[in-house]
């Protein structure tokens, strides 16, 4: 019996002094730590010790050797909390319980510029993303094109782990893009004589023409108004992507007379596909906007970034020049 004793305090004093420095070393900041695809023991090793130093890193392998963990199978990104003991940094690096990366974007005009902020926080690279947006399989499901792909993505934020493929990516992008456009939205659409990604690429103009969410629905409705009559929609914010330059404050007739698709100006009918991402919040401001007879509008003269609506040219005109003279006043060109 004393001899069954003098072994178990031998096996628990063993075990405190092994357990004792991984459960008192910890890790001295925050971090991510990626673990690429296939990744060796070694590789890791190498990611801990740049970020939690090589006494540290060598603690936390040495438990994960004990566990006989296959890294080649734990590809993904952990978060590492300043302060976690080293124990706990191995049960979350062989657990495979990935820390989801939070992706949000809003109002972003250029769709290179969009899936590059997206693959920036995941392990692959944006060309993968495209091959993957372009396919037509994915563009067919959405009801989208090449020119309008840009339409599913709804301003939001996302989590996506480190390790999601392409395919996952734009599965749970589009899903959301699904959801919002349920039977009842697609109804509304109709009865507004426009298909969803139409009602997209409308509420990307409207974005960009105010920040007023009062005025969004308006907005929209006056464009309608337009489509209907089949005027030509003379959006001043197509004539800046037509351009290239959001900067452009005032526009002039240089700038009425780009060629481009996008130049409503210049074009009848919506541009080929969204100016920029927009919000459920605009997308649904147009679909349930009160009917309006309004045709024109134009930026107040207070420069407050609400607009004055019209009815008639006549009345346009007058607003118009009562914002020109306010530009004027204050040097913009």
């Known amino acids: ?43 890791v090793h190498d990611t801990l010790t740049r970020y939690m130093g090589d006494s540290f890193a060598d603690k936390v392998m040495r438990m994960a050797r004990f566990r006989k963990t296959d890294f080649a199978k734990r590809h993904g990104a952990y978060e590492i909390k300043e302060g976690t003991n080293s124990l706990e940094v191995m049960r979350i690096l062989t657990s495979g319980a990935q820390t989801p990366m939070r992706v949000t974007y809003h109002g972003v005009r250029n769709i290179q510029e969009l899936l590059d902020r997206i693959s920036d926080k995941l392990a692959f690279g944006s060309d993968s993303l495209s091959m993957e947006l372009y396919s037509p399989e994915v563009l067919d499901k959405y009801g989208l094109d090449s020119e309008n792909a840009m339409a599913m993505f709804i301003d939001d934020t ?44 409308l509420a990307s103009i409207v974005d960009e023409e105010s920040n007023a969410a009062e005025e969004k629905g308006t907005i929209g409705r006056l464009y309608i108004n337009r489509l209907k009559k089949n005027m030509r929609l003379q959006a001043d914010p197509t004539v ?10 005032r526009i002039t007739s240089e700038h009425l007379s780009t060629q481009s698709p996008y130049n409503t100006y210049l074009h009848a009918g919506l541009p080929p ?17 009160k009917p309006n007879d309004y045709l024109y509008m134009c930026a107040k003269e207070d420069l407050s970034g609400t607009h004055n609506f019209a009815t008639t040219f006549a009345e346009h005109t007058r607003n118009a020049m009562r914002y020109q003279h306010a530009l004027d006043q204050r040097g913009i060109k």
């Open 1 to 43: 019996m004393l001899y069954t004793m003098l072994v178990l305090a031998l096996l628990l004093a063993a075990f405190l002094i092994f357990m004792a420095p991984m459960m008192l070393t910890r890790a001295p900041r925050t971090a991510m730590i990626r673990i690429p695809a296939n990744a060796t023991g070694a590789e």
């Open 158 to 201: 996302y989590e996506m782990y480190w390790s999601a493929t392409p395919g996952q990516v734009i599965d749970k992008i589009g899903r959301n893009y699904t959801r919002f456009w349920d039977d009842a939205n697609r109804e509304k659409a109709a009865r507004l004589g426009l298909k969803p990604v139409e009602v997209m690429i």
């Open 240 to 249: 800046r992507y037509a351009t290239g330059d959001f900067t452009i404050k």
């Open 273 to 289: 596909g969204p100016i920029r991402t927009t919000s459920k919040a605009t997308v649904q401001a147009i679909l349930d906007s």
